[in-house]
């Protein structure tokens, strides 16, 4: 079996050669390689056979009917009009084994099988016929298709009738819609008259010799450079991209020139420097010259724009010097802004401000606001009393160098206008209010101008004519440590000269101490005395005492001296407590003279020892309180 199919195809490929070589015009395989026929007559008793191979190229489905499998195509230009195709068709064979059932056949106005004009898709048998009609357009490219069913390979013949020949007529002139020449970037439309009787060959349009447009009777072209342009039409019955040409016109040309519009000269410019850099169109500014920006006209035409700009030069600005005393503030008379601090050089900007252009102009602005601050000093020498004021300026002066000069005035403060001195030591006669007056005259540029500052003592120059006093207590016990100070003069002090009855000092160097430590006898009840004569640049002040009294100590006051000891006293801060060995320690503080209490450290040192360290604390009389079984006693420590 598998051997008579195989004589059977290699019979049959034979047979279909020897059918397809009478096939004259011969198929082709697809649509776009078609041979283009130049009337439907050139089909007119066309006997030929569908394909033996698989080529899928037929525009089926068709009517949602039909499926592509042996495709074979022509192409074919005519006169238009109707149209009326026969097929006859038979001797179809199925190289699948399945039974032949025919063949179809269709017509196209485009390869994407758009346009469609007649399509058969009905398969009835192994032979038979059908008639394809159809309105055709005059001139234009039609494509004809043959396809068997389920891939039969069938004999036919065509008869056809109508779709005469034509003769393409000459072409007109080209039309333009802008004109000669035309702007350097526009485009225009030309057109060429049509065919008459509707025919629509293919139009074939070149610019310079190059293939450009859409094969109508319009070209739109876009001129983006500068020249002269030829610009050519022909028309073409056929297939013109593969030579198969059935008529074809003579050429059609026209010059067309492209060209830049002449540049607009645009108002001059000037700026002011503060405007720079200035964007202009293209161009950012930054100095004067002529400069040249592309514009564009209706979207289209290319055209520059010229423009000459003058950059106006940044005048040089002048000093401005200004020197404010308290209080004062420069205001500039165009701004009204202050400016109450130091400027050195600082650039005050006046916006459009000059006459001829509305430009911003600028000075240099340099202030200084003299300032200054004194000392008051009162002390005696050469058995004089003398007031000393020594002058601090304080003027912010941000780098200038203004020359400065100062001076002083002494007065009375009820006398202001009475000037007693104008030295800067004053020797005062009189108890008084008494003040200066510094004087500073500052050059800076070409302003001069004096300030003048005023400070008044507050001191009492009587003082130094009266006697100090002396501070401490006067009901003491007896063997008890007190403290004693100098209190109510300033002056200054060359020697304290202290002198006691019935106590001792402790103090090392007491001459150089306006406060002292006296640790009292340990006496019956007495009458003690402590006097101080104070010895000044001035004078002696004499000496002046103050009786103590010194009272027996209770028995009371006595035990509790036996029960705690301090060891050393006075002392530097570190010292021992001794404790009798009847009570019991229980703790302790330490406590300043109004009342503080003083942060200690504290160490047990054996049964009845502890050792105290205050570290640094002020010197003077501290009370110590020791916490026991039998109540607090008290002490006081001394503190050197």
């Not at 192994?126 to 008639?131: E, K, L, P």
């Not at 209770?554 to 570190?574: A, H, Q, R, Y």
């Amino acid at each position: 079996m598998k051997k008579s199919l195989i004589l059977f195809l290699a019979i049959f490929y034979l047979g279909f050669d020897r059918m397809n070589s009478q096939c004259v015009p011969a198929a082709s395989d697809d649509c776009e390689s078609a041979a283009v026929l130049c009337s439907l007559d050139e089909l007119n008793g066309y006997t030929c056979s569908t394909r033996p191979d698989f080529n899928p190229t037929a525009c089926l489905p068709c009517n949602g009917q039909g499926s592509a499998n042996n495709s074979s195509w022509w192409a074919f230009v005519s006169e238009g009009g109707n149209i009326v195709i026969n097929v006859n068709y038979g001797g179809c064979t199925n190289a699948y084994g399945a039974a032949p059932s025919g063949m179809q056949m269709g017509i196209v106005g485009g390869c994407d099988c758009s346009q469609p004009v007649s399509c058969h898709t009905n398969c009835n048998g192994s032979s038979g016929s059908f008639t394809i009609t159809g309105f055709l357009v005059p001139c234009k490219t039609y494509f004809f298709w043959v396809n068997g069913c389920n891939g039969d390979v069938c004999n036919f013949t065509i008869s056809t009738s109508g779709g005469g020949s034509v003769r393409l007529n000459p072409l007109g002139a080209i039309n333009s819609s802008a004109p000669n020449p035309i702007c350097k970037g526009c485009c225009s439309n030309f057109t060429i008259a049509s065919q008459p009787g509707g025919c629509t060959p293919e139009y074939v349009w070149t610019v310079d010799g190059n293939h450009v447009g859409d094969k109508s009777t319009k070209l739109t072209y876009c001129f983006p450079d500068e020249g002269i342009f030829r610009i050519c039409v022909f028309a073409v019955l056929g297939n013109y991209a593969n030579g198969a040409i059935c008529s074809q016109t003579a050429e059609k040309c026209i010059s067309f020139q492209a060209k830049k519009r002449e540049g607009q000269i645009a108002r001059p410019l000037t700026l002011c420097p503060e405007r720079i850099p200035y964007d202009w169109h293209c161009e950012s500014v930054s100095s004067s010259g002529t400069y040249r920006c592309p514009f564009t006209l209706n979207n289209c035409c290319e055209y520059d724009s010229v423009i000459d700009i003058t950059v106006l030069e940044r005048v040089k600005g002048s000093e401005v010097f200004y020197i404010g005393c308290k209080g004062e503030h420069y205001i500039d008379t165009m701004t009204n802004m202050a400016y109450g601090t130091c400027n050195n050089k600082t650039e005050i900007y006046l916006p459009r401000s000059t006459k001829d252009y509305q430009c911003d102009s600028f000075y240099f602005l340099n202030t200084i606001y003299p300032d200054a601050e004194a000392d008051m000093f009162i002390y005696c020498k050469g058995s004089k009393t003398i007031l000393e004021m020594k002058p601090k300026i304080t003027t912010v002066l941000c780098g200038l160098t203004p020359d400065i000069q100062e001076r002083v005035e002494w007065y009375e403060l009820s006398q202001s206008q009475t000037i007693l001195d104008t030295n800067f030591i004053f020797y005062p006669k009189v108890k008084g209010d008494y003040c200066v007056r510094y004087l500073t005259t500052y050059t800076l540029g070409n302003q001069k101008k004096t300030c003048s500052f005023d400070f008044c003592e507050k001191f009492d120059e009587t003082q130094f004519l009266i006697q100090p006093n002396l501070s401490g207590n006067l009901d003491v016990k007896n063997g008890s440590i007190e403290n004693y100070k100098a209190v109510g003069s300033t002056i200054p002090v060359l020697k304290y000269l202290w002198r006691v009855e019935g106590g001792a000092i402790l103090d090392s160097f007491p001459e150089t101490k306006d406060s002292i430590f006296v640790k009292w006898n340990n006496a019956p009840d007495t009458i003690a005395k402590i006097c101080l004569d104070i010895e000044s640049d001035c004078s002696s002040t004499g000496e002046i005492c103050l009786d103590v009294t010194l009272n027996i100590s209770t028995i009371i006051e006595t035990l509790t001296k036996e029960f705690v000891k301090v060891i050393p006293n006075p002392n530097d801060g570190n010292f021992v407590i001794y404790l009798n060995e009847s009570i019991q320690y229980l703790g302790l503080q330490l406590m300043t003279s109004d009342g503080r209490e003083v942060d200690v450290l504290t160490m047990k040192q054996g049964k009845n020892q502890i050792q105290v360290q205050t570290g640094q604390i002020p010197p003077g009389i501290y009370q110590l309180n020791v916490k026991t079984n039998k109540g607090m006693i008290s002490k006081s420590v001394v503190i050197y």
